[in-house]
């Protein structure tokens, strides 16, 4: 079965930092590039990062970049955001995302989430 | 950044309804489309990419259509489990992904 679970979310301090991870599983890991989209109630779905298989094209949304990392290890089939600087507006829900590119390009899997909370 | 806007905001049906949302984006985006649907606590569902191609697995009262910046999710003859919050998203490029703000589709 294709799976991806999140760990790693949890409750921290504004400025503080927080590392995610996500664990893939049932796919050959190293074949898809691999986001990280998070979810609040009142900004509904937003990409965040983005790094393609081989880790050598990465991207991130503006309101993320210079204060988020993505990385992955293929070997451990494991993708990863390290995450600093944090403020409120980073508390949401964040899911580990598998893209398929090409013409049908698209989000097809998600993992089940993991809820950051900056509050003081 | 492109934007998409999602029309109706909010969508009241009932079972065997036939029921249109649309997805509106501020620039041409070809049929780089996805459609997905998302029930409380639960993660976003593929239904739809390339604006028209159902994913497998997605029943056929599913359908989508358009392109360029106008777009359609149809869904034939609604079940109660379809009653859920539906966002399109745009893949046109990286790093401009964009979601539209959702349509929640509740039971009338």
């Known amino acids: 079965e294709v799976q991806l679970v999140e760990s790693g979310g949890g409750s921290v301090q504004p400025g503080g930092s927080l590392r995610l991870s996500c664990a893939a599983s049932?796919?050959?890991?190293?074949?898809?590039?691999m986001n990280w989209v998070r979810q609040t109630p009142g900004k509904g779905l937003e990409w965040v990062s983005y790094?393609?298989?081989?880790?050598?094209?990465?991207f991130y949304a503006d309101s993320v970049k210079g204060r988020f990392t993505i990385s992955r290890d293929n070997a451990e089939n494991s993708l990863f955001l390290q995450m600093s600087s944090l403020g409120d507006e980073d508390t949401a829900v964040y899911y580990c995302?598998?893209?398929?590119?090409?013409?049908?390009?698209?989000?097809?899997?998600w993992g089940q989430g993991t809820l950051v909370t900056v509050s003081s | 950044d492109i934007q998409l806007t999602q029309s109706p905001s909010f969508l009241s049906a009932s079972v065997g309804d036939r029921v249109t949302i649309t997805c509106r984006a501020s620039?041409?985006?070809?049929?780089?489309l996805a459609w997905y649907q998302q029930k409380p606590g639960k993660a976003p569902k593929l239904l739809i990419y390339a604006a028209s191609t159902l994913q497998s697995g997605v029943p056929s009262r599913f359908s989508g259509s358009g392109s360029g910046t106008e777009f359609t999710l149809t869904v034939t003859s609604l079940q109660p489990e379809d009653f859920a919050t539906y966002y399109c998203q745009q893949l046109d490029r990286y790093p401009s992904l964009t979601f539209g703000g959702g349509t929640k589709v509740e039971i009338k």
């Open positions: 620039q041409d985006i070809s049929n780089y």
């Open positions: 049932g796919f050959t890991f190293s074949n898809y590039n």
């Open positions: 995302v598998r893209a398929v590119g090409g013409t049908g390009r698209a989000f097809d899997v």
């Open positions: 790094i393609t298989g081989s880790t050598n094209i990465i």
